[in-house]
């Protein structure tokens, strides 16, 4: 004996369940368009990246983050702003300061 036809969502919510037919789909318009806003926070406005640290610099990282009483990131940061200024490109700084414009 075959199956029945599965009832499809549309059928449901209508409170009746056709026979084997495709659902007619049903677009609902509110008149609202959503406005995007300008990102905010740092995790919406950057990029995520992934840094792979041996246990012993990872360890060494995070003690001086407490002995500090800072942040890992910004230890990073400022290890990357180092860098930037030893290569003699622009510092994070202007970086983002010509961004934000």
Do not use: C
């Amino acid at each position: 004996m075959p199956k029945p036809p599965r009832p499809s969502l549309a059928s449901i919510v209508a409170g009746t369940v056709p026979p084997a037919r495709s659902a007619d789909i049903v677009q609902l318009d509110t008149g609202h368009v959503p406005v995007r806003k300008a990102p905010s926070t740092l995790k919406e406005r950057a990029r995520q990246m992934s840094v792979y640290l041996e246990p012993p610099v990872y360890d060494q990282l995070r003690d001086l983050a407490h002995t500090e009483r800072t942040k890992m990131h910004a230890l990073m940061l400022e290890a990357l702003d180092l860098l930037f200024k030893q290569r003699g490109t622009m510092p994070i700084e202007r970086l983002n300061e010509t961004n934000h414009r």
